[in-house]
């Protein structure tokens, strides 16, 4: 299984940009499929993109704001975020899949970070 840790949270004023990074370790991040939850208080975890081993990616929370990227070659994960909102506050945390590809389904991937905070405020 992987170990992931994300970076970049922090605070933003609406209409800004974040990017999010996942470092991968334990194994190669091209045998897995990956994507990006994030989860506001009071919530349930919610997927907001997912993308596969070979690069395909399918966006779940806003497919104008938000890009998923991966690059093997440094074991690492990528949520680009733009025009971001109040709403978009939240913890957003990174997981694995092995098999099956993407999934909306926080139940479906095996290993998780920690998460990071992204709070979107004036």
């Known amino acids: 299984q992987l170990q992931l840790v994300e970076s970049g949270g922090g605070l933003v004023q609406p209409g800004g940009s974040l990017r999010l990074s996942c470092a991968a370790s334990?194994?190669?991040?091209?045998?897995?499929?990956m994507a990006w939850f994030r989860q506001a208080p009071g919530k349930e975890r919610e997927g907001v993109s997912c993308?596969?081993?070979?690069?395909?990616s399918s966006n779940y929370a806003d497919s104008v704001r938000f890009t998923i990227s991966r690059d093997n070659a440094k074991n690492t994960v990528y949520l680009q975020m733009n025009s971001l909102k109040p709403d978009d506050t939240g913890v957003y945390y990174c997981?694995?899949?092995?098999?099956?590809?993407?999934?909306?389904?926080?139940?479906?991937?095996?290993?998780w970070g920690q998460g990071t905070q992204v709070t979107v405020s004036s």
């Open positions: 997981a694995s899949r092995r098999w099956y590809g993407c999934s909306r389904g926080a139940a479906d991937f095996d290993s």
């Open positions: 334990g194994s190669t991040l091209n045998g897995y499929n």
């Open positions: 993308i596969l081993r070979g690069g395909g």
